[in-house]
């Protein structure tokens, strides 16, 4: 979402092109660690702690990143985001199994499919209409609060799922 916005925020920090597309890639790095971590540590302490913790680290990290100061610290909200959406991109699905089987189990994995894809696809656009001028912080605290909607929404679903199946 804020690789259009990359060289507005390079301008604000007054750092270079390539620094500032070093958010691209250690946001990538850490996702990409924070996906392979995610099994094991789910594993170890629990899924349902690892999601909501990913979530609540997502929202701040978010926010941290809408009011940075420095560039040092936007990198570093970057990275925590990068670690939460690792987490939140790979536990849904563990948790997506072991509630569900068969067909259902099948046509919810394609959902949350469709969903992460639309969301990639989609990205980019909105991002282009938040770099519209210095909207690029207005973006991040959008993502805040998107987070701390769905952290809401899950606790719902947890009862929802325990008064139906209780």
């Not at 850490?30 to 971590?37: G, L, P, T, V």
């Not at 941290?64 to 690792?86: I, K, M, P, T, Y």
């Amino acid at each position: 979402m804020h690789v259009p916005a990359l060289n507005t925020m390079g301008q604000c920090f007054g750092v270079d092109q390539f620094a500032a597309q070093s958010i691209v890639s250690l946001y990538m790095l850490a996702f990409s660690f924070a996906i392979f971590a995610s099994a094991f540590l789910s594993d170890v302490v629990g899924k349902k702690l690892v999601l909501v913790t990913a979530l609540i680290l997502s929202a701040c990290a978010s926010l941290v990143a809408a009011c940075s100061w420095c560039f040092e610290v936007l990198l570093l909200a970057r990275v925590c985001q990068a670690f939460a959406a690792g987490f939140i991109v790979v536990v849904p699905y563990a948790i997506i199994q072991e509630m569900l089987s068969g067909r259902a189990l099948a046509k919810s994995i394609s959902y949350v499919s469709i969903l992460h894809s639309i969301a990639g696809a989609s990205a980019p656009l909105v991002g282009g209409c938040f770099a519209l001028g210095d909207g690029w912080r207005a973006a991040f605290l959008a993502m805040a609060v998107y987070t701390l909607a769905i952290l809401a929404r899950a606790s719902e679903w947890k009862s929802d799922y325990l008064s139906k199946y209780t």
